[in-house]
């Protein structure tokens, strides 16, 4: 049997400290945020701090959200293996693989060229094959593979894009910050029988959401 590394140790501890104790209890998004190495996401200089309870840059002014929050959002969705989600913001691609440990397909979209290149190395290099990325603007959704059973949008936005809601599908999930620039509420949305049901859970502080049902660039 092999020890386990310094980074599975505070991987497993980041869980134990940062999210047990904050009320994540869906035990698969437990056992994804267990798998994940998310160092390998972060600049080799910042693999330390990846596990520390704070988000951290991954340049181009973006950051990776803190653990907590990838793993709230995540829990959010309450997936069971066999949903497709949309994720806007791919960033480093972490919450991304997070997903797509417990679903059958990621979707994701970013605006910000470098940033996917980079997030598709590091797919590959994990063997993660159930992501599909593209470069867009992540607030018209991606129709072409409409309806999702859940999106997960990763940065904050004025309002709901409405491209958004009508593109999730019938008891899907829909989770978002949505506020000013510098604060919002996690709101869900849930489609149930024709009806769309807002609820908040916390506040969060997340960058912008830019385009064309966000902020203006
Ligand atoms: N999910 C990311 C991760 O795990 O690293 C965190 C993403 S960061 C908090 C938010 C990302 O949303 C940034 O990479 C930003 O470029 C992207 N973004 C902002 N507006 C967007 C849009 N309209 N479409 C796609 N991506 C967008």
């Given at each position: 049997?092999?020890s386990p590394s310094p980074?599975d ?13 904050r009320g994540?209890h869906?035990s698969?998004t437990?056992a994804?945020?267990r798998?994940v190495?998310?160092h ?7 693999q ?17 959200s803190?653990?907590y929050?990838?793993a709230l ?6 997936l ?8 806007i913001?791919t ?9 797509s ?8 979209i970013e ?5 996917l290149v980079?997030a598709?190395?590091t797919f590959d290099?994990?063997?993660?094959h159930?992501?599909v990325s593209?470069?867009d603007d992540?607030t018209?959704?991606w129709?072409a593979?409409?309806?999702?059973d ?7 936005g004025p ?5 958004l809601i009508d593109?999730l599908s019938?008891n899907g999930r829909?989770v ?6 510098f604060v919002q ?6 489609k ?8 908040t859970?916390e506040?969060v502080?997340?960058?912008?959401l830019?385009?064309a049902?966000g902020w203006r660039?």
């Amino acid at each position: 049997m092999t020890s386990p590394s310094p980074y599975d140790i505070k991987r497993e501890r980041m869980v134990e400290e940062q999210l047990l104790p904050r009320g994540i209890h869906h035990s698969a998004t437990l056992a994804a945020m267990r798998a994940v190495p998310r160092h390998l996401f972060v600049e080799d200089a910042m693999q330390m701090q990846a596990y520390g309870d704070y988000p951290l840059p991954i340049g181009a002014g973006q950051t990776i959200s803190q653990p907590y929050i990838v793993a709230l959002m995540t829990q959010v969705l309450q997936l069971t293996g066999a949903e497709r989600v949309l994720e806007i913001g791919t960033g480093s691609g972490y919450q991304a693989a997070v997903l797509s440990q417990i679903c059958e397909r990621v979707y994701t979209i970013e605006r910000i060229d470098s940033l996917l290149v980079r997030a598709r190395k590091t797919f590959d290099k994990l063997h993660y094959h159930n992501i599909v990325s593209r470069i867009d603007d992540g607030t018209e959704g991606w129709l072409a593979e409409a309806p999702f059973d859940g999106i997960l949008v990763t940065a904050g936005g004025p309002k709901v894009p409405e491209p958004l809601i009508d593109q999730l599908s019938e008891n899907g999930r829909l989770v978002i910050p949505v506020g000013d620039q510098f604060v919002q509420e996690l709101q869900v949305i849930e489609k149930n029988g024709g009806n769309v049901k807002h609820t908040t859970i916390e506040q969060v502080r997340f960058v912008n959401l830019i385009g064309a049902h966000g902020w203006r660039n």
